[in-house]
């Protein structure tokens, strides 16, 4: 019995001592792959401060030497003349209006879709549909810009009746579809991570299928709904080569059938032969975009949360 009691007390003895070992050797793991991701959220961090202290660093120049109301509020662009002027109101302005065009047209087609796709649709439609979107989500920019300048511009141009169809509408329709995917995907995502139990209670309560996806499943997934707008609003104002083939790239003011160019088509165009003051401009106008990004960024999901919450 002595003998027993003595063979049982050391396996127990070298059970917890496999077991504090198996414990610590887990422990020194997840250390590991807690500092992993330390180190790469510090890189991400950095790699964004970088940037923006570079953009300052390189845009602050052009900007107090064209001065800070001609730079911003100046209607002509002539950065090549004899007497160069850097205004960039016309790109400013094309940029809004393309990116809330975009974004008035792509939003609703692309959360209804998500809806659709999430709730409602077949496995086997959501399956082929969700492929679908990820091929377009794969598809590069100058294929939007070759298929948009070879079919949707002729097509503007005879339905319209203008002699040309390049122009902020082409851009606004090429961006539109191109921030669905995104918004798709995400939006889905969100939907099919609310627990199925609020679905249920509320069918429980009386309320219709599509009630209960509008007014429970919708409001309980509107921080990733708000983050897929957001994502979308990012393509559309930092895409460039589409938008390029389809939208002319004159410097004008925004008119549906005139052409113009948005804030990236500006420096895409011009900074592989520029040099001197109108460089340090192209530069200026990218700081203005990256301030424009974060403006427009920090607003949706201001509003958009802060409509969310008192929905609530």
């Known amino acids: 019995m002595v003998v027993t009691d003595q063979m049982a007390k050391t396996s127990d003895a070298d059970q917890s001592n496999s077991s504090k070992k198996k ?3 887990r422990q020194k793991v997840e250390a590991v792959v807690h500092g992993i991701f330390f180190v790469l959220g510090m890189l991400t961090i950095a790699s964004v401060i970088l940037i923006t202290v570079y953009l300052i660093v390189s845009g602050l120049p052009a900007i107090r030497e064209i001065g800070l109301v001609d730079f911003l509020f100046g209607t002509v662009w002539q950065s090549t003349a004899s007497e160069p002027k850097f205004g960039i109101l016309p790109f400013i302005m094309t940029s809004v209006y393309g990116t809330i065009g975009a974004i ?13 796709l999430s709730k409602i649709a077949p496995k086997s439609v959501r399956r082929i549909m969700e492929q679908a979107v990820s091929m377009l989500a794969g598809i590069p920019s100058v294929v939007y ?18 002699p040309d169809g390049t122009g902020l ?29 609020f679905e249920e209670a509320s069918l429980a309560l009386g309320a219709t299928p599509i ?43 925004p008119g549906l059938f005139q052409s113009v160019r948005f804030l990236t088509t500006a420096v895409a165009s011009e900074m592989s ?40």
């Open 23 to 25: 414990k610590s050797g």
């Open 104 to 116: 008035l047209i792509g939003a609703p087609i692309g959360f209804l879709a998500s809806v659709y």
């Open 145 to 162: 810009g070759l298929v948009g300048m070879m079919v949707l511009v002729p097509w503007i141009g005879r339905a319209f009746n203008v």
């Open 169 to 197: 509408l082409a851009a606004i329709l090429v961006l539109s579809i191109m921030v669905l995917p995104s918004i798709i995907k995400v939006s889905i995502d969100a939907l099919d991570s609310v627990p199925k139990e």
């Open 211 to 253: 009630e209960t996806y509008f007014k429970v499943s919708v409001p309980a997934a509107k921080s990733g709904i708000t983050a897929a707008i957001v994502l979308g609003v990012g393509r559309a104002i930092g895409e460039a080569m589409a938008v390029i083939m389809v939208s002319g790239n004159a410097a004008n003011m």
């Open 273 to 312: 032969y520029a040099s001197g003051l109108q460089r340090e401009a192209l530069f200026s106008i990218a700081l203005v975009l990256f301030i424009f990004i974060m403006i427009i960024n920090g607003a949706l999901n201001y509003f958009l949360k802060k409509g969310g919450l008192d929905h609530e």
